[in-house]
């Protein structure tokens, strides 16, 4: 590897940070299939190196949204146990699995992640429940609610909500992503916590989920600094423009354009997976 | 809209239960500026060991020290050292952030989450310990 294509590595994950933080899925899941595909860089190496880039991005995004008041912790803690726990299998997975069947399982993740942002729209929370014997009614102050409202909520239905954040640590560990797509739905959808208040609990939640597994790949040798440096420079660089960016952009639309893209993404990589010769690809 | 709306307080964003007190926005502050600080440092060391690196050998490190032999290689200012020194501050910063919010909610007498904290934490020990139990299996 020559300092070019680690240029080109780092313009990739800043391009991912951005595109991922403006449909807030991460980066992770743009720049894995990138990486490998167009780069020749093995996939295991790629999905390491995400997840280093996962973990700083999460603990930047994490200490904005505490200083706001945003996540709920209490509810981060008890979903962190099965999390981390799935997060250690899928790591173990992803170090012990043929690159191929890798491929597969991250590119069905993607054509499942298409689905849930062809299907995404908030919905709304009922009013915070009488009896809470765990403490996880919380609020937090919403301004763009009627010109700033405080929202009171008490997340319900736990255990559903938790075997789905095991699933989702599994695939965070296994694939070197936030796992944001399938935590940040579930707990709106299942659990009925409002959509922001899911999304800075998700952030706070992805960086002890991807530990469990970078751990893993930084002790099996996975980790290689030509590539995760860039990465992690690039996505966390990519991420606060991309934050930027969001303010000013038209979601509908967007949406549509990255689901293309990751469309196109998932498919090369399956196609790779079947040992089909994709145009552009190494 | 999302759920009632209620006046605004000094506790946004905490659990306001009646049965258990709210997490101390302290704390809260506290891990905000822990979790960037701790995350600063190691994005620090990385870019100090891609320097050195660039000066030393005209390229990035391809490999991760083993944590063995950190120290040692550290005081000779090795760069896949320092750089290894980086990613491995960056992976700390959850577990800082694990560890604040246990001793926080000890603190509390809020022993339900300060026993979840420590159980992830438990569980972050032991991927270390699976890793190296299965590692080169």
């Keep these: 590897m020559n300092l070019l294509t680690e240029l080109g590595i780092l313009l990739t994950a800043t391009g991912a940070g951005v595109l991922g933080s403006l449909v807030g899925l991460g980066g992770g899941v743009f720049v894995v299939p990138i990486l490998s595909v167009f780069f020749g860089i093995p996939l295991k190496t790629a999905i390491a190196a995400s997840g280093v880039s996962v973990v700083v991005n999460s603990a930047a995004g994490a200490s904005v949204y505490l200083r706001d008041g945003m996540p709920n912790i209490r509810l981060a803690l008890l979903m962190l146990v099965p999390t981390t726990v799935g997060s250690i299998i899928g790591g173990l997975l992803a170090v012990h699995s043929s690159p191929n069947a890798l491929r597969i399982v991250y590119s069905v993740s993607l054509f499942g992640m298409i689905i849930v942002m062809a299907r995404r729209g908030a919905r709304p929370s009922p009013p915070p429940a009488e009896r809470d014997p765990l403490g996880l009614t919380a609020s937090y102050y919403d301004r763009a609610i009627d010109g700033g409202t405080e929202v009171c909520y008490t997340p319900r239905r736990l255990a559903p909500g938790m075997s789905i954040s095991a699933g989702a640590g599994m695939i965070s560990g296994m694939l070197g992503i936030g796992g944001g797509a399938v935590q940040v739905p579930a707990m709106n959808a299942i659990m009925q916590v409002p959509v922001k208040a899911a999304t800075a609990t998700s952030t706070f939640m992805v960086g002890p989920t991807v530990v469990a597994s970078a751990l893993i790949y930084y002790l099996n040798d996975l980790i290689d600094p030509a590539v995760a440096i860039p990465a992690v420079l690039g996505m966390m660089l990519g991420a606060q423009s991309g934050a930027r960016l969001a303010r000013r952009t038209r979601g509908a639309l967007l949406v549509r354009i990255l689901m293309i893209i990751l469309f196109y993404l998932a498919s090369t990589v399956f196609l790779q997976a079947l040992g089909i010769n994709v145009p552009g690809a190494r | ?137």
């Design chain 2, 1 to 137: 809209m999302f759920g009632a709306a209620q006046e605004q307080s000094d506790t946004a964003g905490e659990p306001v239960s009646r049965q258990r007190p709210a997490i101390a926005p302290e704390l809260r502050l506290r891990l905000a500026r822990g979790l960037r600080i701790v995350t600063l440092i190691g994005m620090a060391f990385l870019i100090l060991g891609t320097v050195v690196s660039l000066v030393q050998v005209g390229d990035l490190p391809r490999a991760t020290v083993p944590p063995s032999d950190l120290p040692e290689r550290l005081l000779a200012f090795d760069a896949q050292a320092i750089v290894s020194l980086g990613l491995l501050t960056i992976l700390f910063a959850p577990v800082y952030g694990l560890i604040s919010l246990a001793y926080g909610c000890l603190r509390q007498r809020d022993r339900l989450y300060a026993a979840a904290a420590g159980l992830v934490l438990t569980i972050l020990v032991l991927s270390v310990v699976i890793a190296l139990a299965t590692r080169g299996a």
